[in-house]
């Protein structure tokens, strides 16, 4: 059997595994990753040791692929940008094939999540996928035909920089009204901090779970009472769902896809955010009525996604 170790780079762990040709993760480890005001060589240190700890236990390793959370150029070897990280079009591939010892294939986290949702998860059968990861942003990833798109410089995908309010809040890209200032993480503890600071009545709950601490809120204790009855909470998620319904109609109309693909941290709401979706998907749907209605499902594979999908299209390409 073929094994190949992915790496996963976000934005405070390098996780790692050895993965089979069936998508199982067989022996697993991870790092803090180092703070971008460190250089590039640090963090190139973290993935060898991770590699190198790794091949310890299993030596039979074909290749290794790398999920970078930051805008991958298209030849799959230079990081472009990484937001939480000190690179800049960083050369990563041929830095760490001079201390590596193995094809090495290096890809954006959610174009690797993505193929792995479509191998071995959520969209398995499916020839046209489009993923949305939420999380403290939102990213995305699309597949026509069992293909990445990656487009002309690589960095397709970036949805969560589609501007959806004209004017609207504040985004960290520069712009304003970005998808992501609405249907992200953020989003929800901006709006439910925001509550408990006004000592909104409605918040009682959500400012008894932290004490009234509102910095101390995060999205998972939101979801957590959401499930538990919580009023505000569930409403919370709905708003956050209804952003997701819209920005997906938008992407259908742009991709025609048969599965929507929702992964990321917020997505552990499960149905308490895609039901809202779904209900504004089609209101919202270009042709509602007329056409058919893509899925939108949750992802299956959770935080290991990215490292799975890396170390299988490593595999693949080493075998080309």
């Known amino acids: 059997m073929s094994l190949a170790i992915g790496?996963?780079?976000?934005?405070?762990?390098?996780?790692?595994?050895?993965?089979?040709?069936?998508?199982?993760?067989?022996?697993?480890?991870?790092?803090?990753?180092?703070?971008?005001?460190?250089?590039?060589?640090?963090?190139?240190?973290?993935?060898?040791?991770?590699?190198?700890?790794?091949?310890?236990?299993?030596?039979?390793?074909?290749?290794?692929?790398?999920?970078?959370?930051?805008?991958?150029?298209?030849?799959?070897?230079?990081?472009?940008?990484?937001?939480?990280?000190?690179?800049?079009?960083?050369?990563?591939?041929?830095?760490?094939?001079?201390?590596?010892?193995?094809?090495?294939?290096?890809?954006?986290?959610?174009?690797?999540?993505?193929?792995?949702?479509?191998?071995?998860?959520?969209?398995?059968?499916?020839s046209d996928v489009v993923m949305v990861n939420l999380g403290t942003g939102i990213g995305g990833a699309i597949l026509m035909h069992g293909e990445l798109i990656r487009g002309r410089y690589g960095i397709a995908g970036e949805f969560g920089h589609m501007q959806v309010v004209p004017e609207g809040q504040r985004c960290e890209c520069g712009n304003r009204g970005c998808w992501e200032q609405y249907a992200s993480g953020n989003a929800l503890v901006r709006e439910a901090r925001a509550m408990i600071l006004a000592n909104s009545p409605v918040a009682t709950d959500l400012a008894a779970r932290v004490d009234g601490r509102a910095d101390e809120l995060t999205g998972p204790i939101v979801t957590e009472a959401a499930r538990d009855g919580d009023a505000t909470s569930t409403e919370l998620l709905a708003e956050i769902g209804h952003w997701l319904g819209i920005g997906i109609a938008n992407l259908a109309a742009a991709f025609d896809p048969g599965t929507f693909v929702i992964g990321g941290g917020v997505s552990a709401a499960g149905e308490l955010l895609l039901g809202p979706a779904r209900e504004t998907f089609r209101?919202?749907?270009?042709?509602?009525?007329?056409?058919?209605?893509?899925?939108?499902?949750?992802?299956?594979?959770?935080?290991?996604?990215?490292?799975?999908?890396?170390?299988?299209?490593?595999?693949?390409?080493?075998?080309?």
């Open 283 to 320: 209101r919202r749907l270009t042709g509602r009525g007329y056409r058919p209605e893509a899925q939108i499902v949750a992802a299956r594979l959770g935080n290991e996604a990215g490292l799975i999908g890396a170390a299988d299209l490593a595999r693949n390409e080493a075998s080309e």
């Open 7 to 126: 790496i996963d780079i976000g934005g405070t762990k390098v996780a790692g595994g050895v993965v089979d040709e069936d998508g199982q993760v067989l022996v697993r480890t991870r790092r803090d990753t180092p703070h971008r005001s460190k250089r590039p060589r640090v963090v190139e240190d973290t993935i060898v040791d991770v590699v190198e700890e790794l091949r310890a236990q299993r030596p039979d390793i074909t290749a290794v692929g790398i999920g970078a959370a930051g805008f991958v150029a298209a030849d799959r070897a230079t990081v472009v940008f990484a937001p939480h990280l000190s690179w800049r079009h960083e050369p990563l591939r041929d830095a760490l094939s001079k201390r590596i010892d193995a094809p090495i294939l290096v890809e954006n986290d959610a174009n690797a999540a993505c193929w792995a949702e479509w191998r071995f998860g959520a969209a398995q059968g499916e």
